[in-house]
């Protein structure tokens, strides 16, 4: 169960995605509205749970709404280059991510 707080619903549906039963795909779509600041905040969890949710269910439909997510999420950063320490904020919680992710992949991430 999440500890987690936010009060983005598509970043707390995502996030939840395991207890919740309703339309999931329509709540993650929110999840690119999400503030800049409140989606590097957390930024490892989202992709955690991108990566968890498309594991446990990998069809067609779930890997364009995933993919197209990881693209909206990370155009996001793109679209909010106003200060060079939040960009840099940016590219040090990616790198420490995938460095993570990398040395300890799970099944399918690779």
Known sequence: RSTIVTQ??????????????????ASFHHVPFADAQEILKFFPQIFDALFDYLEK?????????VFKLLIDVLNKFDV??????????????????????????TPGFI
Do not use: C, M
């Not at 200060?83 to 460095?99: E, I, K, M, N, T």
């Open 8 to 25: 983005h619903e598509g970043i707390f549906a995502l996030l939840n995605w395991r207890e919740r039963t309703e339309n999931l795909a």
């Open 57 to 65: 269910h990998d069809t067609a439909s779930n890997q364009k709404l």
């Open 80 to 105: 909010a280059k106003g200060s060079s320490l939040f960009v840099s904020s940016f590219h040090a919680v990616l790198s420490d991510y995938l460095d993570a992710r990398l040395d300890n992949p």
